[in-house]
């Protein structure tokens, strides 16, 4: 089965909520857990136990596991386990995009099976061209495995790259007419999906019927709300994974008040749902 076909039945199960588990220094501190390989496996596996159970997919950020190196990226490959133990599927941030050889060894690393970090999809930077990701794009296509294209982030020094224009399109503008073309066939949904912030002002006149998934971080900690989304995606809102990591993860260590806003969450966002 596809990642686009698993995500879709994901989301009609569980909700369309990406629950980021980020291991923050400072919420392992107030979480009264000391910022060592130690406080970073409890912290994200109390997390992951929380509330991987009531997520269609969550989100670890691999920056905040690889600050501990190999000790910490151990933890990481037990968060990516135990998640998809709990029935969620994982989207490793990785956000990575080099040289399409080098871009062949992040793909094996993150997306075959046979790797110890393999994940059901992870987040990629086209920033080096579309077509230095073909080999991420063979490899999930291998594997059954998805893409998230950063296109428009939700960061506010993203447009200086992202909105640059070329050929009377813009930078975000041609990363989702790429992801249009890969996904063009595939039903119920395709599995190159794109990054859009839940923060931006407006659609930024982009084209988002792409038949794919998008991903918009910047809900919750960043501003982003439901009608946000509704805002900013209208029509596709439907394809929105809302994804929040601080909003959540301060709730802890109390397992009951992040499960109760995961569930919240999932109600509010499925009315966007159509
Ligand atoms: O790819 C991402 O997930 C991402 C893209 C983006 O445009 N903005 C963004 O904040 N993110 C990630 O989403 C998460 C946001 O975390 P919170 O601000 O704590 O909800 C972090 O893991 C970021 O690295």
Redesign the pocket.
């Known amino acids: 089965m596809t990642f686009g076909a698993r995500l879709r039945a994901a989301v009609a199960d569980r909700g369309p909520f990406c629950v980021?588990i980020?291991p923050?220094a400072a919420l392992l501190r107030d979480w009264g857990y000391d910022d060592d390989v130690a406080g970073l496996e409890r912290f994200a596996l109390g997390a992951v136990e929380a509330v991987a159970p009531h997520c269609s997919i969550v989100?670890p950020?691999s920056?905040f596991y690889e600050r501990f190196g190999s000790r910490g990226v151990a933890v990481l490959e037990r968060v990516i386990a135990e998640s998809r133990a709990a029935g969620a599927l994982v989207?490793l941030?990785i956000?990575r995009g080099d040289i399409g050889s080098t871009s062949q060894a992040y793909a094996d690393a993150y997306l075959d099976p046979a790797s110890p970090l393999a994940s059901d999809a992870v987040?990629v930077s086209p920033f080096l061209g579309f077509g230095s990701l073909q080999p991420f794009v063979d490899t999930a296509l291998k594997f059954d495995a998805g893409l998230?294209v950063?296109a428009?982030?939700?960061?506010k020094e993203?447009p200086e790259v992202q909105e640059a224009v070329t050929d009377g399109r813009s930078v975000s503008g041609t990363m989702l007419d790429h992801l249009r073309r890969l996904n063009a066939d595939a039903t119920p949904l395709g599995s190159f999906g794109a990054?859009?912030?839940a923060t931006l002002e407006d659609d930024r006149g982009l084209d988002l019927a792409f038949n794919g998934p998008i991903?918009a971080?910047?809900?919750?900690?960043?501003g982003g709300t439901t009608a946000d989304i509704r805002r900013i995606f209208g029509a596709s809102a439907g394809n929105v994974l809302a994804?929040?990591?601080?909003?959540v993860?301060r709730l802890g260590p109390d397992a009951a008040a992040m499960r109760e806003a995961v569930l919240r969450t999932n109600d509010e966002l499925r009315a966007l749902q159509g």
């Not at 428009?152 to 960061?155: D, R, V």
């Not at 971080?217 to 960043?222: I, K, R, V």
């Open positions: 980021g980020d923050h989100k950020q920056a989207l941030d956000k987040t998230f950063l428009a982030t939700s960061n993203g990054v859009v912030g991903l971080p910047g809900y919750g900690e960043q994804s929040s990591s601080r909003g993860l």
